[in-house]
T-cell receptor, first 113, second 111 residues
Framework: SAVISQKPSRDICQRGTSLTIQCQVD?????MFWYRQQPGQSLTLIAT?????????ESGFVIDKFPISRPNLTFSTLTVSNMSPEDSSIYLC??????????FGQGTRLTVV | GQQVMQIPQYQHVQEGEDFTTYCNSS?????IQWYKQRPGGHPVFLIQ?????EVKKQKRLTFQFGEAKKNSSLHITATQTTDVGTYFC???????????FGKGTSLLVTP
């Protein structure tokens, strides 16, 4: 199993600013992903964080808005750039090996005012 | 791409009643996973089913994978207030490596 520490757990940000969310895994994982989840909704995949290369983004998400880094197999960051109230959501990182269970960070509850 | 459909969306039961959530796919799944997310929490892995017709139990929870590997169910016997949360099924990715999550079933248990 793996434990993922995600921070911050919550933040209230001014529109137009940026927030960087960090995830640290206690062991090496092949895959890391970033999701967005509106309250009461399912998980929407933002991107796959690739170690040492550019992330793979899902339709509707772009690198300029959600730059992602993954310098090694245990750490990744997601930045929410130039925030607007529409970016208010819960952001979750996830990690694991291919075709096995996924582990999730505790989530970051973001409110943009 | 493959869609993983989950029903019902919500279920409200009295403590002690049983609960079942269903997951259906239009295509054959190589495996299916189930997760539980408590209110305010993050999804936590419950189980993975791989074999056709597989049934696995975890205390009061029974997980089943259909013979055709296109559907799955999670049944909770005699619900307790600690069962409150949203239960997600997740199938293999349509592309890439990320799981394909259903929309979830939110379970509310009242004493």
């Amino acid at each position: 199993s793996a434990v993922i520490s995600q921070k911050p757990s919550r933040d209230i940000c001014q529109r137009g600013t940026s927030l960087t969310i960090q995830c640290q895994v206690d062991s090496q994982v092949t895959m890391m992903f970033w999701y967005r989840q509106q309250p009461g909704q399912s998980l929407t995949l933002i991107a796959t964080a690739n170690q040492g290369s550019e992330a793979t983004y899902e339709s509707g998400f772009v690198i300029d808005k959600f730059p992602i880094s993954r310098p090694n197999l245990t750490f990744s960051t997601l930045t929410v750039s130039n925030m607007s109230p529409e970016d208010s959501s819960i952001y979750l990182c996830s990690g694991g090996q291919v075709n096995t269970e996924a582990f999730f960070g505790q989530g970051t509850r973001l409110t943009v005012v | 791409g493959q869609q993983v459909m989950q029903i019902p969306q919500y279920q409200h039961v009295q403590e002690g009643e049983d609960f079942t959530t269903y997951c259906n796919s239009s295509t054959t799944l190589s495996n299916i996973q189930w997760y539980k997310q408590r209110p305010g929490g993050h999804p936590v892995f419950l189980i993975q089913l791989v074999k056709s017709g597989e049934v696995k139990k975890q205390k009061r929870l029974t997980f089943q994978f259909g013979e055709a590997k296109k559907n799955s169910s999670l049944h909770i016997t005699a619900t307790q207030t600690t069962d409150v949360g949203t239960y997600f099924c997740a199938g293999p990715p349509n592309s890439g490596y990320a799981l394909n999550f259903g929309k979830g079933t939110s379970l509310l248990v009242t004493p």
